[in-house]
């Protein structure tokens, strides 16, 4: 996979968790959904480092 076919996979999936954050209903949430939330950013967080590490070299 190139580097911008990474980044769109990133953006893609910032913005599905955004969409779901937008749409969660505050009093419905558990502890789990939150923990696969942070989840996911620490996903998206180690692909920004890949990516980040590979345009510096």
């Known amino acids: 996979m190139n580097e911008n076919q990474t980044i769109d996979q990133i953006r ?3 913005e599905k968790f955004i969409e779901d954050i937008d749409h969660v209903n505050p009093d419905e949430v558990s502890v789990e959904d939150i923990d696969e ?7 998206l967080e180690e692909k920004v480092k890949t990516v980040s590490t590979s345009t510096e070299e």
Request: aromatic residues 10%; hydrophobic residues 50%.
């Open 12 to 14: 893609t999936r910032l």
């Open 37 to 43: 939330w942070i989840g996911l950013l620490d996903q």
